[in-house]
């Protein structure tokens, strides 16, 4: 089997949840979105129970660890009240994130060498409910080796500076995501990734090796408002018709 046929899709399906809380509607439903994910075939569903709790809800994670046959990933910071709810829920994995009140999405790695003591502390306590620990880095040797040195299965590398570079810059960030995948690799890490893939970037992507899964969430949930429009918009269309029906066999002018 090739690299690319062995590599895991990890849908991330926060904004959905964004949509929903938009209008504070019931809808659309994260754990509808998780199944129809499932059954197109990902590998894992994963979401960031932010502290500001702007889209993904505790009902929502509480809800996808019930239903959910592929593993449920929840990303998360480093913050009392979320490893609770963590420790409460017992996803199957956490991958731990930094995390800014202010900021869109997650715009960095986590700085492992500089908090390897209260990491360090989150991840065992982690580990010891069952739950596989993953670390969201950038590319760089010292966030490895330090995760390295926590002795955490996973990490996840950080994408997002490959996948916004000028086409200037893309080889150099795509050179820095292979060394940093091979450096993990010879410490026996297992490599995820993520941040900003899309279909124009993921053949680069693909380029870096020993990737485990690839978790995608806001290019496949813009993707999915589009290619599903057609059909809303039938549907909508269609109970308009439904009701012409029911207006004629009623008799009311039409
Ligand atoms: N991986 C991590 C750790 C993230 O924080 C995010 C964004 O929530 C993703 C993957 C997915 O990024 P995107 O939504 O840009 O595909």
């Known amino acids: 089997m090739n690299q690319r046929t062995q590599v895991k899709l990890g849908v991330n399906i926060d904004h959905v949840a964004t949509v929903r809380q938009a209008r504070g509607t019931q809808y659309p439903s994260p754990v509808e979105a998780a199944l129809i994910c499932q059954s197109a075939g990902a590998h894992g569903i994963t979401v960031h129970l932010r502290e500001d709790r702007r889209h993904i809800q505790d009902d929502d994670v509480r809800a996808l660890r019930a239903v959910l046959s592929v593993p449920l990933n929840l990303e998360m910071g480093n913050a009392p009240d979320i490893v ?25 790695g986590l700085d492992v060498a500089g908090n390897r003591a209260t990491l360090g502390r989150t991840v065992r306590r982690l580990e010891e409910k069952g739950i596989v620990v993953s670390l969201f880095i950038d590319p760089e040797v010292a966030q490895i080796e330090a995760a390295a040195e926590l002795k955490v299965p996973f990490i996840e590398l950080h994408t997002g500076h490959y996948c916004d570079a000028s086409p200037a810059d893309a080889e150099r960030k795509l050179n820095s995501l292979v060394e940093a995948a091979e450096l993990a690799h010879s410490h026996g890490l297992r490599v995820n990734a993520g941040h900003g893939i899309n279909l124009q970037n993921i053949d680069g992507i693909l380029r870096i090796p020993f990737l485990n899964t690839l978790n995608i969430g806001h290019s496949i949930v813009a993707r999915a408002v589009l290619v599903g429009m057609g059909a809303a918009v039938n549907e909508m269309l269609n109970a308009f018709a439904r009701d012409c029906d029911d207006a004629e066999r009623k008799g009311y002018p039409l």
Do not use: H, S
């Open 84 to 108: 609770e709810a963590a420790l409460d829920i017992v996803p199957e994995e956490v991958c731990l994130v930094p995390e800014k009140r202010e900021e869109l999405t997650t715009e960095g």
